[in-house]
């Protein structure tokens, strides 16, 4: 009684639980689609960059583009060349910092779009150190192509859908990184934060965007995408584009689309991942116990014909009958001859039948036979002899085919 009382609590305690994490979910009818940020260049979801690879193309419509995902490549020589690259998180490496610097500084151009930056020039650019973080629902994208005319555009940061906004994490630069280190400001945000900074040189240039979600497909439906994207690229002189998807350089397609990565970002999903694990642990608890009480082994029954067996071997051995032995060792045989091979003991060509069926030659089933016809003749069979008839109708036993 104590024990189903125990089940029934528990199963109560699950119970209340389940409607304790059911209150602290919202149901949403959301469509299938992933609305992280990735900025691969051939994702449609929102906020991939497929939209930024085709305005690409059209905006340079007369100069050859080449995306390209692993070395940076050379320029060809002569051309002038700009080197895009775009995603979550830029990052180089030393060779491939200073790399980019030598390109700019020879008359190419460099242009990074990432949320951060890691690499030198030859100065460190790493995260937080120039950058600092602020939140909003929408920014006031502020720009200019004529110093007399301010243009703008409100850029809605959506999230789930395309009706409610969702206040999103963006990074600006701190104005340590235009002052000192000779960055000019191009666009900026709410609260005049730059966005947009390019360091010049005598015909190459070296700009940053802290900004991907202003060039993503999501970002593409609203007004002032074309007007953004023109400020950004405008003055660009150049005879080939050659660009690539951040991400992927660093950890390769099958990391940058981890599953994973998008159920641990996603609030709701996130609390379901830690429920179903919490729900399996008490599982393997409660319901792992066996439920019913343990079989006991039974004993394995005897062979009691066997038993016999041994029983009569016995009888006869403590009585020195070896005589009455034999006999029933030759009426055995006659029994199995006749009922295996079809001949007949009183057959006069018994032998030479038997010895053309079993393959076992004629002199062998005649002494065979010899041997068990004298035991009935003998005053006493000794066990020596008893033994060697045994040991000849065993032989033959095996030889007969």
Do not use: C
């Amino acid at each position: 009684m104590k024990t189903n009382n125990g089940i029934y609590f528990i199963l109560a305690a699950l119970i209340m639980g389940a409607l304790f994490f059911m209150t602290m979910f919202k149901y949403v009818d959301v469509p299938d689609v992933n609305w992280s940020p990735n900025y691969n260049l051939d994702s449609e979801e929102p906020y991939g960059a497929m939209v930024f690879t085709e305005v690409l193309d059209l905006y340079f419509d007369d100069i050859e583009t080449e995306e390209f995902n692993g070395d940076i490549p050379e320029p060809a020589y002569g051309e002038k060349a700009l080197y895009v690259f775009i995603g979550s998180k830029a990052r180089f490496p030393d060779d491939e910092s200073r790399k980019l610097d030598s390109l700019s500084e020879m008359g190419h151009h460099v242009l990074l779009i990432a949320d951060k930056f890691e690499f030198t020039r030859p100065y460190a650019i790493n995260g937080m150190g120039v950058m600092e973080r602020f939140d909003a629902e929408k920014l006031e994208v502020s720009f200019s192509r004529d110093a007399d005319i301010d243009r703008n555009y409100v850029f809605r940061n959506y999230e789930q859908d395309f009706e409610e906004l969702w206040e999103g994490s963006f990074l600006s630069f701190k104005p340590e990184l235009i002052t000192e280190w000779n960055f000019d400001q191009r666009i900026t945000v709410d609260l005049g934060r730059s966005v947009y900074v390019v360091s010049e040189y005598d015909s190459g240039s070296f700009r940053l965007h802290s900004i991907p979600r202003l060039f993503s497909n999501a970002a593409a439906l609203q007004e002032g995408y074309l007007d953004h994207f023109h400020e950004v690229f405008d003055g660009i002189n150049t005879d080939k584009v050659y660009y690539a998807d951040a991400d992927r350089r660093i950890s390769g397609p099958e990391q940058a689309e981890n599953p994973m990565q998008y159920v641990m970002g996603q609030k709701s999903l996130r609390r379901a991942y830690y429920l179903t694990l919490i729900t399996g642990l008490l599982f393997l608890l409660f319901g792992g116990k066996r439920r019913q009480k343990v079989i006991p082994t039974r004993k394995v029954n005897e062979n009691t014909s066997l038993e016999y067996v041994k029983t009569v071997s016995r009888l006869f051995q403590k009585q020195n009958q070896n005589q009455k032995l034999v006999n029933k060792m030759q009426k055995v045989f006659y029994h199995r001859i006749g009922k295996q091979y079809f001949i007949d003991k009183n057959d006069p060509d018994f032998t030479s039948l038997l010895s053309r069926k079993t393959k076992v030659p004629e002199e062998e089933i005649d002494d065979l036979r010899n041997r068990l016809a004298v035991a009935s003749e003998m005053g006493s069979y000794s066990d020596a002899l008893l033994m060697e008839t045994y040991t000849r109708l065993d032989r033959f036993y095996k030889k007969a085919q």
